[in-house]
């Protein structure tokens, strides 16, 4: 016997509904995820990240076509990735299946996201670097590139988490943002972040930040800049 997707009493509630019963069913779906490792070398490039598929789709989108297609607007409006190299991780997968690669030569990747990343529905991002000076090899250029492509094609695109540990104060080691060369390439990419409404900065001390707050308030008035805890237990930004 044939049945239509017209009999099911889903199909029957409004769109507006639906849709969020998909954003409710995405969200829970990607709170519960503990996210994809990947080395460094399996991504080299944001593109890399786009094409691959994270998976950890919810039940409910995979009952039918129809269902996966109209939930896919209300997939990917969260994306959160940790960036951290191999040196003094303990707990993690990877590192646990590969201890030749402690000495901090190779880093690696933790990934939550849902199926593929479709960078034009993105509302939230949560960006970490958890890296020491020992092992330190430049600028996260896979985050930076992967943020300035979210700014240009996320017309949504209002909140920004980016978290250092304790060990690596990031682009605030010297006195402001712009002066450093450690990772002078965060400022640049920021500025253009004209919808951005909310930045939060985590694992750095305000008075490091020099005028970081400063250029970016006068880039865009709109933008409030929050800061959370200054001090991060790198096991607790990366989960594994």
């Excluded at 490039?45 to 297609?69: I, M, N």
């Excluded at 707990?91 to 990934?111: I, Y």
């Excluded at 993105?122 to 979210?150: M, N």
């Excluded at 690596?168 to 712009?178: A, K, Q």
Aim: aromatic share 10%.
């Amino acid at each position: 016997m044939a049945y239509y997707q017209q009999q099911s009493c889903f199909f029957r509630l409004p769109l507006e509904l639906r849709d969020e019963i998909y954003t409710d069913v995405c969200q829970h779906a990607y709170d519960s995820m503990k996210g994809v490792l990947l080395r460094d070398i399996e991504v080299p490039d944001y593109r890399s990240l786009l094409r691959h598929d994270f998976s950890g789709k919810p039940a409910l989108l995979l009952t039918c076509k129809r269902v996966e297609e109209e939930a896919n607007r209300c997939m990917n409006q969260d994306i959160s990735i940790v960036c951290r190299d191999y040196f003094h991780c303990e707990g993690c997968s990877l590192c646990r299946s590969e201890p030749d690669n402690a000495d901090g030569v190779q880093g690696h990747l933790l990934v939550r996201a849902i199926g593929k990343i479709d960078s034009r529905r993105i509302k939230r991002v949560s960006l970490a670097c958890v890296q020491s000076f020992c092992s330190y090899r430049g600028e996260p250029r896979t985050l930076l590139d992967l943020l300035e492509h979210i700014i240009n094609t996320a017309p949504t695109f209002r909140e920004l988490t980016l978290r250092w540990n304790q060990d690596f104060h990031g682009p605030f080691y010297s006195t402001t943002l712009r002066d450093t060369t450690l990772v002078n390439g965060w400022f640049p990419i920021l500025a253009k972040a004209k919808n951005l409404k909310t930045l939060t900065l985590s694992g750095v001390e305000r008075e490091r930040t020099g005028t970081f707050v400063k250029d970016l308030a006068e880039q865009n008035p709109d933008l409030r800049v929050q800061f959370g805890e200054v001090y991060l237990i790198a096991e607790n930004i990366f989960m594994a």
